[in-house]
């Protein structure tokens, strides 16, 4: 059974910093791509960052420079690093992952992350 479990968020100030972690289990041969979303109360999920398991990133416009996203293959484990943060980052984080071979994303419980002074 494939399991998303993700830790590290939080309530930051303006211009802060804060580390989100997603370990994955249950994939056979582990994930191919992982994946952050995000939905802000109102607002339509939208991706924020992916990773293949080549390591190549994908990030969305918004988030470019700020966020960066790492993986570890060894712990199917997938890292959000989000530095210089600003109030419309505020919203619940998702973990996603995509098996080998397919086009499902399977999805984390999701983490609040809140933006404010």
């Known amino acids: 059974q494939v399991q998303l479990v993700e830790s590290g968020g939080g309530l930051v100030q303006p211009g802060g910093s804060l580390r989100l972690s997603c370990t994955a289990s249950?994939?056979?041969?582990?994930?191919?791509?992982l994946s952050w979303y995000r939905q802000a109360p109102g607002k339509e999920r939208e991706l924020v960052a992916s990773?293949?398991?080549?390591?190549?990133?994908n990030y969305a416009d918004s988030v470019k420079g700020r966020f960066t996203v790492s993986r570890d293959n060894a712990r199917d484990t997938v890292y959000l690093q989000m530095n210089s943060l600003k109030p419309e980052d505020t919203a619940v984080y998702y973990c996603?992952?995509?098996?080998?071979?397919?086009?499902?994303?399977?999805w984390g419980q999701g983490t609040q992350v809140t933006v404010s002074s």
């Open positions: 249950g994939f056979t041969f582990g994930p191919e791509v």
């Open positions: 990773i293949r398991a080549s390591g190549k990133p």
């Open positions: 996603a992952a995509i098996a080998w071979g397919t086009n499902n994303n399977y």
